[in-house]
């Protein structure tokens, strides 16, 4: 089993910049790709980024491309999402998820087998 805590939510006028993070507990990380996805109030949750276990390959969604960066410390047992020039549009839950397979770069969100609660992220125009 892991255990997934997302943090670093929060209020951000837009154009700003947050950090997310994601600290596992239970197994270590380095067994596992991750991925960040999000979800608006009625829509459907959607993919953000995704990175293999070493860090080496990662995997964003268009409308984040060059702007949200996906990043891991797997000595840390954590994940993080670099999010730069927001936008109203990014308003979501943020969440973070664990795929069993260390090399896949999933965009598909029942393909995980671990999530976090997720942290809100509010973006004002």
């Known amino acids: 089993q892991v255990q997934l805590v997302e943090s670093g939510g929060g209020l951000v006028q837009a154009g700003g910049s947050l950090r997310l993070s994601c600290a596992a507990s239970g197994r270590t990380l380095s067994s596992y790709a991750m991925g960040w996805f999000r979800q608006a109030p009625g829509k459907e949750r959607e993919f953000v980024a995704a990175?293999?276990?070493?860090?080496?390959?990662?995997s964003y969604a268009d409308s984040v491309k060059d702007r949200f960066t996906i990043s891991r410390d797997n000595a840390e047992n954590s994940v993080y999402l670099q999010m730069n020039s927001l936008k109203p549009e990014d308003t979501a839950v943020y969440s973070c998820?664990?795929?069993?397979?260390?090399?896949?770069?999933?965009?598909?969100?029942?393909?995980?087998?671990?999530w976090g609660q997720g942290t809100q992220v509010t973006v004002s125009s």
């Open positions: 990175i293999t276990w070493s860090g080496h390959i990662s």
């Open positions: 998820a664990a795929h069993s397979n260390p090399y896949a770069l999933s965009k598909t969100p029942y393909e995980y087998d671990y």
